[in-house]
């Protein structure tokens, strides 16, 4: 079992780019665990932003996100990082991320399993 912990929210101006990172404590070349991104504003459902597999550093991305943020992960920290850029205020949200044993990722957080606290942030305009 593994607790994901999220850092690096904030707020910053539309434009500006910000990095969240999800340690993930026990997440190994060999102790394989999919992490997703999702995001949530208040009265809304938990929206998908980004994954990236267990295994072969596989990434899929929402479309409302795609070719501005960037998934990347460093194994011997057991982190994974969110890259977000060209930020825009719609971007605001609580960002978490979560974890699943195994390879493949999903796009559903009901697929995931753990999960972090969560973290802010604000993109003003």
């Known amino acids: 079992q593994v607790q994901p912990v999220e850092s690096g929210g904030g707020s910053v101006q539309a434009g500006r780019s910000l990095i969240l990172s999800c340690l993930v404590n026990g997440r190994t070349s060999e102790n394989n665990y999919a992490v997703g991104w999702f995001r949530q504003t208040p009265g809304k459902q938990r929206e998908f932003v980004a994954t990236i597999s267990g295994t072969d550093t596989m990434t899929y991305y929402a479309e409302s996100v795609k070719d501005r943020f960037t998934v990347s992960e460093d194994i011997s920290k057991a982190t994974v990082y969110l890259h977000m850029s060209s930020l825009k205020p719609e971007d605001t949200a609580v960002y978490s991320c979560?974890?699943?044993?195994?390879?493949?990722?999903?796009?559903?957080?009901?697929?995931?399993?753990?999960w972090g606290q969560g973290t802010q942030v604000t993109v003003s305009s």
């Open positions: 979560a974890a699943r044993r195994g390879s493949a990722y999903y796009v559903s957080f009901n697929n995931y399993h753990f």
